[in-house]
């Protein structure tokens, strides 16, 4: 059956590619995904199960319920004292079908989207699913992978329509300060610009503390904040996120959504509400957690023959540079993952600028996390 054209030449990335070969072996050491170890705590799963007992199990609203629209607002005010209207929230199927829909509803055919790399694979993929142009800026590790406004105005074109950030961002780890992102709201504003900002990992902050980009004086109306409770609230699998927009936006959302998903799991959404307004001290506890075993894995991998590695400042991903070893990203996944079966992702797969980089996530317990830092040690010297 032939396939559209637009579809006909896209290519599996380099994650999907690792995710597929792991579900054909045995005995690998899985450190190539960001999903937390950690079950959804029980009272959560509760709260899902109470609500399908009260008859939660018809359509939904296609914004979403009010109180988990409610709840998301009173999270974020409660711990970035950022405050909106449930209004202007819309309940996704998990926060990475926010960018889809936004990009949907805001791009014309050859707008381009500035994205600093390295970035969250799927980002490129969505633009240029909704006509857009996905235009990589490269950053530099000496700089903690932070996008300069120098660099924003080398690539700014008349066709350029919106920025990306993710901080703290998937995969580097880095977290951007105030100051840099009070310099990148004056270029949005100078510029007439959209951001997406994607603080799915907000609750995840190592070094340093999470600026709300919407927060900034002006960013307000041109911010697509989006959020979710997967890595916060470990429910990766109940697939809810949410993003604050502008009325208009969220009205679109909506309307293409009615003939996408039609609404979002009743259940789930119920589930999320209780867990936003329930689980702060929960969510603390594992975010120092993941700490820890960053801290851990990060002196393991500074230990090995031709890796050195930066602190990461939030999230749960480390960013390793392995060009030492004399192999490339995918060189030294594959050979990694066939040899010692130990899996992780090739930094290429998240642009450009992660060539010569891996991304590993710290989402295992200690003890494996320990064991495969072994495995690789060994991997390494082999060499």
Request: charge should be negative.
């Amino acid at each position: 059956m032939e396939l559209a054209k637009k579809y006909g030449m896209q290519k599996i990335s380099g994650m999907v590619r690792v995710f597929q070969a792991i579900e054909k072996m045995n005995d690998v050491l899985n450190l190539s995904i960001g999903e937390p170890d950690f079950i959804t705590e029980p009272d959560i799963t509760e709260a899902g199960a109470e609500a399908a007992k009260k008859g939660f199990t018809h359509y939904p609203p296609l914004q979403g319920f009010l109180d988990v629209r409610e709840a998301a607002c009173a999270y974020w005010e409660r711990h970035h004292n950022y405050k909106n209207s449930p209004d202007n929230v819309y309940i996704s199927v998990g926060s990475l079908h926010v960018p889809y829909l936004a990009f949907a509803a805001l791009l014309n055919p050859g707008d381009e989207i500035l994205l600093f790399e390295p970035y969250f694979t799927p980002y490129a993929s969505q633009i240029r699913s909704a006509g857009g142009v996905a235009v990589g800026i490269k950053t530099h590790e000496e700089n903690n992978f932070a996008p300069t406004v120098e660099e924003l105005e080398k690539y700014l074109t008349p066709k350029t329509r919106g920025i990306i950030l993710n901080s703290p961002c998937n995969p580097s780890g880095r977290v951007l300060n105030l100051k840099q992102l009070e310099e990148i709201a004056e270029f949005v504003i100078k510029h007439d610009l959209f951001v997406l900002s994607d603080e799915i990992y907000e609750s995840m902050i190592f070094n340093g503390s999470h600026n709300c980009f919407a927060n900034i004086p002006g960013m307000h109306e041109r911010t697509l904040l989006c959020g979710g409770v997967a890595k916060s609230h470990c429910m990766t699998g109940w697939r809810i996120g949410y993003v604050f927009a502008p009325q208009n936006v969220i009205n679109t959302m909506c309307v293409l959504s009615s003939f996408q998903t039609y609404g979002v799991n009743t259940l789930a959404q119920k589930a999320a509400a209780y867990a936003m307004n329930t689980q702060d001290e929960k969510v603390k506890e594992r975010a120092k957690i993941f700490g820890e075993r960053m801290k851990a894995v990060r002196e393991k991998l500074n230990n090995m023959k031709g890796v050195k590695c930066h602190e990461a400042e939030g999230a749960f991903y480390l960013f390793p540079d392995i060009s030492g070893t004399g192999l490339t990203s995918e060189e030294f996944t594959w050979k990694l993952l066939n040899e010692a079966h130990v899996a992780v992702l090739p930094g290429s797969a998240f642009g450009e600028t992660g060539e010569g980089y891996i991304r590993i996530a710290c989402t295992q317990s200690m003890e494996i996390l320990l064991n495969s830092m072994d495995r690789m040690k060994n991997f390494c010297e082999s060499l």
